[in-house]
Nanobody
Framework: QVRLEESGGDLVQAGESLRLSCTAIGSYASVNEMAWYRQIPGKQRELVAS??????????EYLDSVKGRFTISRDDAKRAVYLQMNSLKVDDTAMYYC?????????WGQGTQVAVSP
């Protein structure tokens, strides 16, 4: 069984930065993709950023509204994925979730809350 542990969420002011971290604990054979999603109450979860593994093409994808402000990165040796969030806006307020996609299944973390005040 694989568990994802997220951290880094906080309450910040607009314009500030945060770095979210997600570490995978447990055994898995390989990774197709690691990604960050976010969700606010009453709305669907949306993809914020994803990064395919090099073996799967290495493609990086971002939500249009975060392009140029957020950066996803991975450290496979640490089994971690990060989301650097700069120039945060009030609209970025949400619960942020990490997702790990393997050839067999996907795993989700419990979420870390990001709140951005005006």
């Amino acid at each position: 069984q694989v568990r994802l542990e997220e951290s880094g969420g906080d309450l910040v002011q607009a314009g500030e930065s945060l770095r979210l971290s997600c570490t995978a604990i447990g055994s898995y054979a390989s990774v197709n993709e690691m990604a960050w999603y976010r969700q606010i109450p009453g709305k669907q979860r949306e993809l914020v950023a994803s990064q395919m593994s090099p073996a799967s093409g290495g493609t990086t994808e971002y939500l249009d509204s975060v392009k140029g402000r957020f950066t996803i990165s991975r450290d496979d040796a640490k089994r971690a994925v990060y989301l650097q969030m700069n120039s945060l806006k009030v609209d970025d307020t949400a619960m942020y979730y990490c997702k790990l996609l393997t050839p067999l299944t996907e795993y989700w973390g419990q979420g870390t809350q990001v709140a951005v005040s005006p």
